[in-house]
């Protein structure tokens, strides 16, 4: 008969192979639910987004429908983030990245339904196809604000160990980023989700992200 000693040891490796086990395949069930996800998602949404398009483009005709934005990804990754063009052309004239305030004058008046909604992220269900995003996750930074918040938080850089998502931890119980102190917090709730990630969290994550779709903190 085994000794006591080698039965736990014996049985601490083998919870270790189920833990390993466990993630692995909580992993292949998140990249399938993107991608049926994101999939589905489109295709439900598309004639609202084609709405939208209109609306933009009689409003402000003189850019895109489309706003592209590189943003940093999975392991410091670039990336280019699509999302509906819900501010004026020369939003950021001053050359110089910001966040949203309230009552932003850069927002284009017909727009701010889309925002309050977050209609305007939908065009990222095409990222999650790419495979550079993924439904759940930290939110995607500009390089040049990732570059500071970094410098203002030592645990940042912690968020590029996962995909960056359409929702996540942080977008559900902390809202927009208005300064510093905002961003701290919402580290804090990514670092979480990271630590926690499971099928249970992600699910709860994204039956949570519909309340957002009446968001009145939206800016």
């Known amino acids: 008969m085994p000794e006591p000693i080698t039965m736990v040891m014996v049985g601490a ?20 639910l993107d991608v049926v996800g994101a999939a589905v998602s ?11 398009a209109i609306l933009i ?15 940093v990804g999975l392991n410091g990754r670039l990336f280019k983030i699509y999302k509906l063009r819900t501010m004026y052309a020369d939003a950021e004239k001053a050359g110089r990245a910001q966040w949203a305030g309230a009552h932003d004058p850069r927002v284009i008046p017909i727009c701010r339904w889309m925002r309050r909604s977050h209609i305007d992220e939908l065009p990222q ?5 790419c ?17 500071q918040l970094s410098q203002d938080l030592p645990d940042f850089e912690q968020r590029l160990a996962v995909k960056p998502g359409l929702t996540g931890l942080a977008q559900v119980r902390n809202g927009y ?15 979480e989700y990271i630590e ?11 039956f949570a992200t519909v309340s957002k779709f009446r968001d009145r903190t939206a800016r």
Do not use: W
Not at 177 to 191: A, G, I, N, P
């Open 57 to 71: 483009k009689l409003a402000d005709p003189s850019a895109p429908v489309l706003y592209e934005q590189v943003r």
């Open 131 to 147: 495979g550079e995003m993924s439904l759940v996750g930290p939110r995607p930074e500009r390089p040049e604000m990732f570059a």
């Open 42 to 52: 489109l295709m439900v949404f598309l004639p609202v987004m084609v709405v939208c």
């Open 196 to 206: 926690k990630m499971s099928l249970g969290l992600e699910l709860r994550l994204l």
């Open 125 to 129: 269900l095409i990222n999650i196809l």
């Open 177 to 191: 980023d208005t300064d510093v102190e905002s961003v701290r917090r919402k580290l804090q709730y990514d670092l």
């Open 13 to 32: 490796g083998s919870g270790g192979v189920l833990f390993e086990l466990a993630r692995r395949h909580f992993r292949i069930f998140k990249e399938l």
